[in-house]
């Protein structure tokens, strides 16, 4: 007597007969088949009290009433089922709030820069030193040295070496973060670009992620930072970059040693265009140059942020900015074949400016878009 | 009761606008049916009556998504929900998917972790009497079931759903409902003849 007495298929056909659930031509089948198999009629008698037992069952009493409270539905009682809400609402807030503040921190930091490139625009025109800082830089085709001369006004050169420590060097490379990359290099030319080009990519994402890798920044360029000495920062970058870096050596070590006193003055991270400038042009040649100079002073953007070691997350996120303005300004004179440096102007538009409002735009973006999802 | 189906529908739209009272009515009306089910399917009071609660929890919270069908049938895909996640979280069994179940063979049958005494009831060995006895009887060949099939022999045998019903309201195939009811059906006979000769004389003269 056990399940397997009877092959499935009969008991299959048993049971949709007893349900009435037999379509005719089977039904007729195993009707033939019960007048002469008297184990199958036992079998087929078996289940239908079974089925009538169970059906037999009463139904059982609620032990209590179930009858809903208020209190009920700020929480459930002991299992499952039922709705936890609370804790998903409480999760879902929180995500609310972290994107919506990220979002909100990455737009407050990109309005920082449109502010901060209309300032250095306006004292880009009072610089006039350019022309001789290009004109080193120009066979180099280190762009981004030209934009570093713009933004720093002749102050790179005019200015005597600031006496730019090591220790500032190596703070500014901290961060510096992910300048210091080469593999990251976006299709600019020079070395220079080299830092510029992994911040760009963090900036370009989602505001969200602005602040966190911020931080993790500085611990990379930390770890670059050793390396830098040795001069081996640049054994990734692109053959051409190399060649330029290396063309640059020499005429870049003066300019460094000059960039790298001027990033020593540097004292606000707000990345101040006119006052980065200097410290900015040093810090490309002084990365373009890394392999033949010591003195890492790698991505021009620490410049901006020298004075601080610990750059907050709002700094973090102007300093990846201003590193992306940077990879935006080489980009911009490639294309241009021009120097945008060119002060000409009454009010240069530099990259940091563009690349603020295009932080606003993504950050206000950002913002909308987890505003809409949470609806 | 005057045109019960009317009234069940004013309680139910008064529920969706907020009107909690409403829905208590409706609590009241099916929570022997709801702990019934919950607790043949768990076979335990305690989470039978949890699992009660919070069907009736969530369904008064997603009373805007019923769309005017049966609300019975409704109320019922609630608390069957309930259990699985009651099962899942018990996991009673090795296999955490209730559905892995089928091709287990005897396995279906007996868990012999699970056997109870015979006379093991929620009624209580004293209230045991001809027609208790067999209702404990049968209780305890279904507490012996595997889950997956118990599910479905407690939907469609105990409770009278269809086959299509039961399928809905556990989210289980129709071909798959047809046949554990089928192996469910023999393995509770198995169980009941085995205990047949503890049993009155009114069932041992039927089942021979």
Known sequence: MSVNRIPPED???????????LPPPERITLEQRLAVEPTLQAELESLRETVALLKSLPRLKAPRDFSLTPAMLGQTSKGSGGGAAPSPKIISIA?????????????????????IGLFAGFNAAENENLPSSNAELDGLGATGNEIGFTDAAGAAETTPVLSLTDAQIFSTETQMATSRQPGSLPGVVGTQNVPIATPAPALDEASAPVAPPAPGQPSETNGDTEAIPQDN??????????????????????DLQAAGASNGQTTTGSGNGGANAPTAIPTTLNYAATTSTPPPTPTVTPTRTLAQTTPTPAQEAILMASLEADQERDEDIEKSGAAEGDENQDFEVTPLLIIGLIGAIVSAGAMTYNTWRKR | ???????????????????????????????????SVAYRILQEEEAAADVTQNAFISAYRKIDQFRGENFKSWLMRIVTNACYDELRLRKRHPTASLDDIEGEGD??????????????????????????????V????????NEGYRIIVVLADVEGYSYEEAASLSGISLGTVKSRLSRARASLRDCLRKKAELLPDQYRQDNN
Do not use: H
């Open chain 1, 233 to 254: 920062g640049q054994d990734d970058e692109p053959a051409e970059g190399e060649s330029a870096l290396d063309t640059f050596d020499a005429s870049a070590t003066q």
């Open chain 2, 1 to 35: 009761m005057t045109n019960f189906s009317n009234d069940e529908r004013t309680l139910i739209t008064a529920a969706q606008q907020g009107t909690m009272d409403a829905f208590n009515v409706l609590v009241v009306t099916y929570q022997d049916m709801a702990f």
């Open chain 2, 138 to 145: 049968i209780e305890n060949c279904l507490q012996q079931l």
């Open chain 1, 95 to 115: 995500r609310f709030n972290r994107w919506q503040l990220a979002s909100a921190a990455s737009l407050a930091a990109s309005i920082m820069l449109v502010l």
């Open chain 1, 11 to 21: 008991l299959l056909a048993l049971s949709a007969y007893l349900d009435g659930a």
């Open chain 2, 107 to 136: 396995g279906l049958y007996f868990d012999a972790e699970d056997e109870a005494p015979l006379m093991a009831s929620i009624e209580g060995p004293e209230k045991a009497v001809q027609r208790g006895e067999l209702q404990a």
